[in-house]
């Protein structure tokens, strides 16, 4: 295992749990407005601050995790140093903003009838602070001296993890965190996992470094040997495929447990994709 995959747990487990917050938050906000100004909008408002509050408690969470991999935390602070210049500093800055944004919403959500022009714009800005957010932390892998890292592969596959583990994290928590306002919502979220899923299909064939058809395949010394990629690709594709089977399951029981362990195999999938994001590190140049 080479070292630099070894030492980047926290920053698996940052940028994946990032990723399902943004995620999570955006299938609420189009939750929001599915059922702006129906019967039910009042309800919503209240169940949906369960909801909102489990995605502000999820990017803390990820704070904590990007902690551990700072070799002086006590330096933390000047991450804010240099947006003009810095991946990192925007990336900060947005995860800092996003949370503000969720943490607004999930206080001052409920009772806004009279408001409602006001909620509206704060789902929608919110919503973009996530895709600058994810833009950012995108930003900061791709870099003109790590080719495995600076193409396309980097940026799809931080939004298809957010466009499927949030949405799914969302439906597997229906009942405990945060209820569907209708049945057909529900399905159309399922069907965007499906769909984010094969697109995840198709970006790790393509795109992924050493491995994908259209992928980086030029050589630097410190990267992870082709040949133990492939049980790593090979058992993500299992996975997903098991959640694809669970979901669709789902469909035909409607039994919650079964979206709870499609949640769970996706993420495993996701995990093992991540971690050879990382192991396929190597610099060219000085």
């Not at 001052?108 to 994810?134: E, K, P, Q, T, W």
């Not at 050493?210 to 040949?227: A, C, D, I, Q, S």
Request: no cysteine; hydrophobic share 60%.
């Amino acid at each position: 295992m080479p070292l630099t995959a070894a030492k980047e747990w926290p920053l698996i487990a940052f940028t994946l749990v990032s990723q399902i917050a943004v995620g999570a938050f955006w299938t609420l906000a189009a939750a929001h407005f599915f059922i702006r100004g129906g019967r039910a909008a009042g309800s919503f408002a209240a169940a949906s601050e369960r909801g909102l509050a489990a995605v502000a408690a999820l990017l803390i969470v990820a704070a904590a995790f990007s902690f551990f991999h700072l070799g002086r935390p006590g330096r933390a602070g000047f991450a804010l140093a240099n947006l003009r210049r810095s991946w990192l500093s925007r990336e900060v800055f947005f995860e800092v903003f996003f949370l503000a944004m969720v943490a607004f919403l999930a206080l001052f959500s409920r009772g806004s009838a009279g408001r409602a022009n006001l909620l509206d714009g704060a789902y929608i800005f919110a919503s973009v602070l996530g895709v600058f957010f994810l833009g950012s932390m995108a930003g900061i892998y791709m870099l003109r001296t790590v080719p495995n890292w600076r193409g396309p592969h980097t940026a799809l596959s931080f939004f298809l993890s957010a466009a499927v583990l949030g949405p799914l994290a969302t439906a597997a928590g229906r009942g405990y965190l945060f209820a569907f306002p209708a049945p057909a919502f529900g399905n159309a979220v399922l069907a965007s996992v499906l769909g984010a899923i094969a697109l995840i299909i198709v970006t790790v064939l393509l795109f992924s470094p050493k491995t994908g058809f259209l992928g980086t395949k030029k050589n630097t010394f410190f990267e992870f040997p082709v040949r133990r990629m492939y049980p790593f690709l090979v058992f993500r594709f299992l996975f997903l495929a098991a959640a694809v089977l669970l979901i669709v399951m789902y469909l035909e029981v409607g039994r919650d447990l079964l979206l709870v362990l499609a949640f769970v195999s996706v993420l495993t999938a996701e995990t093992l994709g991540r971690y050879l994001f990382y192991a396929a590190y190597g610099r060219v140049g000085v």
